[in-house]
């Protein structure tokens, strides 16, 4: 198989995917570019802080990516590259991309809140309870596993007298000056965008060529020369200031400027394709299908059957239960506008699926090395298919070295950002446990006010994570898989619950004090509480028309799509309206003023003072 065929055709049904799925997904679930996102509403200088789109694009990217959609595919490519494609394409634009947007789209509607408080919403505080200790041990395990995959990346080798093997150590040096001096670029980008207020697009270009500046100085100055458990300390004191640093000096603008890098290495990679291609050295040497069982075992050890193996194994690049703790954690809070959760959420997991396809042919291209041993760490695969590639193309022969080290290095770059957003997301949930809802740390009292402390949980986060790192990573990189798909499950299925619930009724409006709603399945009657409101037909003229003149007040004020449709569909949807009327019209119109101050548009505000919560009753 051509490896350029493999490329064109997967980028051709993503693109394809995201224009026509994912605009039906949000004219489905009424995205609503007039609201005001949490960013705004729940503005505080730390946490929620408005970001322009291209540089949210690029925090939420570099946070889900991490060395996922290179790990994964590149590994399961032991049971072919159909089963491989076929997971990334159909997984990514079903159910990944479903899953991440999702998940961002119901945080924007709990005020940036965790995907926890939409189980709470729909499942009641147990569920919440139970969703975030799992979770926050989900974090623990990123945190452990990137920390130690950036402490393996930039380690010293030593010789068998234990003195440094300079040589040796030569590239892992490198990788950590430039990953030092790219923070310290992050920390003066957002000074000046945020505090000296420099338009993004001169800053963007300055901070673009101070890119090339800290590579250029890297590759030549690389003094510092440090043990595997020293920078696994340095990298804790780095991710336990920079999670509890405001947002605007550290994680946007670094997010942002590491996304260059992801540009930098996707243009890389499509040259490298189509150029090889053209040299006539695209083949995609890896089996269509191997078998439903890993014989070949380059690592040493099978993944086992292909069920769940694959699934497992390729989760960034598919499904990743992380990816809804950071949509619903970081993303959530920064979003200056519901339009932009589509390509952020949905747009982002499709890129990371292109990566993945990428990763493909990296592999495939050095299959035989693969296959027998010679090159198996998955960033190794992914930096030398991807550098020899290229090098095939005249008069790029020479460029083999500068190149893989430039991809390792973006690698790097990922996964240290992918660990600095799960310290922050740990400590969100970890707050979460503790506070009651709608509480913020600042009201907690007695213990819960230590343990809420940002700074405190943050410390708890970084000494389990780190400590758990110092295992190796190795030991758990597989329970981390296991348990990220978990969670993606339980995440999928919270926010189909919640949009269950919420788009379930259409309540047309309220008039003297008596209400409309929709009820499409029959059973509003059966979970309406009966001990506040009456149902009845819409049948007397005056209510059908009052009705009509309800949907048609909405439609013109918010252009609703699914109060169109009654509206042209009139007379098949009058059999399913009731009739509520309330027993008691203030305490109703308190319970809807209740829900609205929670974030509730009115017409959900409405529907969920219909239900009344029948456990507060």
């Not at 996304?259 to 189509?274: N, P």
């Not at 919270?494 to 619930?501: I, N, P």
Request: proline share 4%.
């Amino acid at each position: 198989m051509n490896s350029i065929l493999v490329l064109v055709v997967g980028i051709g049904i993503l693109i394809a995917g995201y224009v026509f799925y994912g605009k039906w997904l949000a004219e489905q679930w009424g995205v609503d570019p007039k609201r005001k996102t949490p960013a705004f509403t729940e503005e505080d200088g730390v946490d929620y802080v408005p970001a322009k789109a291209p540089v949210l694009m690029g925090h939420h990217f570099s946070s889900i990516a991490g060395a996922g959609p290179i790990n994964g595919p590149i590994q399961a490519a032991v049971f072919g590259w159909v089963p491989v494609l076929l997971w990334v394409l159909i997984g990514g634009i079903f159910f990944g991309g479903v899953h991440d947007y999702g998940a961002l789209f119901a945080s924007l509607r709990h005020k940036g809140q965790s995907i926890g408080e939409v189980i709470a919403d729909t499942m009641g505080s147990k569920a919440k309870k139970l969703f975030i200790v799992f979770a926050y041990l989900t974090l623990i395990l990123v945190v452990a596993a990137f920390g130690s995959i950036v402490a393996n990346t930039f380690k010293a080798a030593y010789t068998e007298s234990g003195a440094v093997d300079v040589a040796a150590s030569s590239a892992n040096a490198t990788t950590a000056m430039i990953s030092i001096l790219f923070i310290v670029l992050a920390v003066v980008f957002g000074f000046m965008v945020y505090r000296r207020n420099v338009s993004l697009g001169v800053s963007t270009i300055a901070g673009v060529a101070a890119i090339v500046v800290c590579v250029v100085v890297g590759l030549n100055f690389h003094p510092i020369y440090l043990s595997e458990t020293a920078w696994m300390v340095i990298v804790g004191i780095y991710i336990t200031v920079a999670s509890v640093a405001p947002v605007w000096i550290l994680l946007q603008p670094r997010d942002y400027l590491s996304s260059f890098l992801l540009y930098f290495m996707m243009i890389v990679a499509a040259v490298g394709v189509i150029g090889s291609a053209l040299m006539g050295h695209a083949s995609l040497d890896i089996p269509a299908f191997t078998g439903f069982k890993d014989t070949l075992a380059p690592t040493g050890s099978s993944l086992g059957f292909m069920f769940p193996a694959l699934f497992v194994t390729i989760a960034c690049g598919a499904i990743s239960g992380f990816h809804s703790l950071v949509g619903s954690g970081t993303t959530s809070k920064q979003l200056d506008n519901e339009k932009n959760a589509r390509p952020i959420a949905y747009g982002g997991m499709l890129i990371e699926c292109a990566l993945a396809i990428v990763s493909l042919c990296a592999v495939g291209y050095i299959w035989s090395r693969y296959a027998d041993g010679t090159t198996v760490v998955p960033t190794a695969v992914f930096a030398t298919g991807i550098s020899e590639m290229v090098a095939t193309i005249p008069g790029l022969g020479g460029s083999t070295h500068v190149l893989y080290s430039l991809l390792v290095l973006t690698v790097s770059v990922f996964c240290l950002t992918s660990l600095d957003t799960a310290t922050r997301l740990a400590r969100y949930m970890f707050q979460e446990f503790w506070l009651e809802p709608g509480q913020t740390y600042k009201e907690a009292t007695g213990y819960k006010a230590v343990l809420t402390n940002p700074v405190v949980s943050t410390v708890i986060t970084v000494v389990l994570g780190i400590g758990l790192g110092l295992t190796g990573y190795s030991k758990i990189w597989p329970l981390f898989g296991a348990s990220n798909q978990l969670l993606a499950a339980i995440g999928l299925l919270a926010v189909a619950t919640w949009l269950g619930k919420v788009g379930k009724n259409f309540a047309a409006g309220m008039s003297g004090g008596i209400a409309y709603v929709l009820d499409e399945d029959w059973d509003f009657y059966q979970r309406v509480n009966k001990d506040m409101v009456s149902l009845e037909s819409v049948e007397h003229k005056y209510d059908v028309s009052l009705l009509k003149d309800l949907i048609r007040e909405h439609v013109e004020l918010t252009g609703s799509p699914r109060g169109r449709e009654i509206l042209d569909n009139f007379g098949e949807y009058l059999p399913k309206f009731k009739k509520v009327l309330p027993h008691d019209y203030d305490k109703m119109l308190r319970l809807i003023a209740q829900m609205e101050e929670k974030g509730e548009d009115s017409e959900q505000a409405q529907i969920e003072a219909f239900y009344a919560m029948k456990s507060a009753k």
